[in-house]
């Protein structure tokens, strides 16, 4: 067991849907959190994270930041999945390392596994197949953080550990429809159809891909119970061991909203792999269990998406 208690953890990321969860989540433990702002830290500079770090010196580090974003948004924004990505993930283990740092956890995606990989999805699956094309850049970098985070635990014995969430949705997603993953994407186009009385909402693709989606604060407290539970060079899933249908989904929201309009597809838009259910036993063996389901977290994250949006009408970037 690693003990929290009285340790200096450092949430990089903290802005983000999973760094503000893990903040949330970390009021609960002894523990004393720190941040860094964007604008004073620029994470993809090497010197500005080594300075952070060698100013703050924290015993415990998570790095939930990262360039993330939906199928769309991968295909647009190429550079900065991949060299933004690699920069930030690589900066700070070397700094972590330099300094001391007692334990980092490092966050990847269920993308990084080959897109026909059999499901569930168990953690050697890694590496074993070509990766699907619509999220590939994001992949490789989530890939080479494992790969770092292992080779610093073999050569120089650091307890750097990985962890791999599956589709995550909550409170701070993102909402911008260009950008954001199928999840906000629904809730939002789907209010917005039944506020305007639109006949019909769009979804993008087939509906049939089948996707595993775990509520942000499920994620940060499974995520904590692996930093005080597991020390393996290999990474670890975190999901929820059940998927469902993206036409399934946006039934379920159009319910939960109240829209009463027909549903229909749009097949010029990619489908993604299609299907990317992890196994989450290793997860389960460690004694953690989810607690929110589908249905109540979307009932959730829509209140949230209500909230805001009443408080920043224009701004749904999250
Ligand atoms: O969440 P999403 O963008 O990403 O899309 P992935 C999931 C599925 O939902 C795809 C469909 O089949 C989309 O075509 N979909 C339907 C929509 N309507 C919409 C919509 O309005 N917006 C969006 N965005 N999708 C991501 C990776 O893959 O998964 C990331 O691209 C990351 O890098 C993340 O790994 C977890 O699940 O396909």
Redesign the pocket.
């Known amino acids: 067991m690693f003990s929290l208690t009285g340790k200096k953890v450092w949430v990089a990321g903290h802005r983000g849907m999973v760094g503000s969860a893990l903040i949330r989540r970390l009021a609960s433990e002894a523990c004393t959190v720190v941040t860094a702002e964007r604008a004073q830290v620029d994470l993809i500079s090497q010197e500005a994270t080594h300075r952070f770090v060698a100013d703050e010196q924290p015993q415990v580090v998570i790095i939930a930041a990262a360039k ?7 295909a647009r924004y190429p550079v900065d ?1 991949l060299y933004h990505n690699l920069m930030i993930q690589s900066n700070i283990m070397e700094a972590s390392h330099k300094y001391n740092v007692q334990k980092l956890l490092f966050l990847g ?3 990084i596994y080959p897109k026909f990989a059999p499901q569930p999805i168990t953690e050697d699956a890694l590496l074993t197949g070509s990766l ?1 094309p ?2 590939e850049w ?2 490789i970098a989530k890939i080479a953080g494992i790969k770092l985070a292992q080779a610093y635990r073999i050569q120089h014995g650091r307890d750097f550990i990985s962890a791999m969430p ?3 949705y909550g409170p701070c997603d993102n909402f911008d ?1 260009e950008t ?4 906000p ?2 809730i939002r ?1 789907i209010h917005e159809a039944k506020q305007n009385g639109s006949p019909n909402v ?4 087939t ?1 049939t ?1 089948r ?1 595993e989606f775990m509520h942000v604060d499920d994620c940060a407290d499974a995520l904590i119970h692996v930093l005080h539970h597991y020390s393996e060079l290999e990474h670890i899933n975190i999901g929820t061991n059940q998927d469902i249908a ?1 036409s399934e989904l ?1 039934h379920m929201i159009a319910d939960i909203v109240g829209f009463r309009g027909a549903i229909v597809h749009d097949h010029s ?5 299609p299907r ?1 259910l992890m196994s989450s036993e290793r997860l389960r063996h460690l004694g953690w269990e989810p607690r929110v389901s589908l249905k109540q977290g979307i009932n959730h994250t829509y209140r949230w998406y209500l909230d805001q949006s009443q408080q920043a009408p224009n701004d749904h970037d999250g």
Do not use: Q
């Open positions: 993330v974003g939906g199928i769309a948004a991968n999945f995606s269920s993308c699907e619509t999220n994001y992949a599956t589709n995550l429809l954001s993953h199928v999840m994407a629904l186009k769009t979804v993008w693709g509906g891909p996707r993206i946006a838009k990619p489908d993604g792999t990317k």
